[in-house]
């Protein structure tokens, strides 16, 4: 069965500092999808990120960058520079890529961010 | 922008009584699926769909049951409510199978049942 574990509930910065959310996921399959979403307090959630299990690069978009480690199965995800509209609850998300359970999504708990000015 | 509409946004009921939450998409994605979010839970599945009339079970199905008629519509049905069915529910849907595919989520629905 799949899993995710966010165990960070709440972090809180002050504006301009960095801000990394841990993501631990369980899986048996070899082939999978990882992503990270943002639901801010007005709602709705929003697509920030998505990750290929047979591609462990890391990268950078804008103040966004993820660390993907099949190894240790985490997919961490760093804001630089955190700014007040980064405020939200954060999601990690795994998912399996079988034909009959194509995009079911996994999440984990989710992360309150909070960045006071 | 998936084209994703919820109706109602808002909705309380009483215990008891049977709800539907309708979920509307327009571009005719294949994938559809219903989830629901409640704290220190993040969001759930309850049923998805891979096609008109083709629908399965999620992690949280008890008590719930969706139709596709359509491909545009995929509705989710509460029989008879219950206090532990209050949540917001979310509608996703996502493209045809492909390496750079992810899924997009309406607007949310929050149904309060007393």
């Known amino acids: 069965a799949q899993k995710v574990t966010q165990a960070q509930t709440e972090i ?10 841990d993501c631990v996921y369980e899986t048996r399959d070899t082939t999978y999808y990882l ?13 920030l ?3 290929n299990s047979f591609d462990e690069q890391n990268e950078i ?5 993820w660390n993907f480690q099949k190894s240790t199965s985490s997919f961490n995800f760093t804001i630089t520079a955190s700014q007040v509209v980064d405020s939200a609850v ?6 399996e890529v079988t034909t ?7 999440f984990g708990a989710g992360t309150q961010v909070v960045v006071t000015p | 922008d998936a084209g994703i509409t919820q109706s109602p946004r808002h909705k309380v009921t009483e215990t008891g009584t049977p709800v539907t939450l309708r979920c509307h998409q327009t571009e005719n994605h294949r994938y559809m699926y219903w989830y629901r979010q409640d704290p220190g839970h993040g969001l759930r599945l309850i049923h998805y769909s891979y096609g008109v009339k083709d629908t399965d079970k999620g992690e949280v199905s ?3 049951s969706v139709s596709r008629s359509k491909t545009e519509d995929f509705l989710l049905t509460l029989e008879s409510a219950t206090s532990s069915q209050t949540s917001v529910y979310f509608c996703a849907v996502q ?3 492909g390496l750079n595919t992810e899924a997009f989520f309406g607007q949310g629905t929050r149904l309060t049942v007393v």
């Open chain 2, 62 to 64: 008890d008590g719930y």
């Open chain 1, 100 to 106: 009959d359970s194509w995009g079911k999504l996994q």
């Open chain 1, 61 to 65: 978009s804008g103040r966004y960058s």
């Open chain 1, 35 to 47: 992503f990270w979403y943002k639901q801010p307090p007005s709602g709705e959630l929003v697509f």
């Open chain 1, 12 to 21: 809180s910065v002050v504006e301009k500092e960095d801000v990394t959310l």
């Open chain 1, 90 to 95: 954060y999601f990690c998300a795994l998912s």
């Open chain 2, 95 to 97: 493209e045809e199978q």
């Open chain 1, 49 to 51: 990120i998505r990750r």
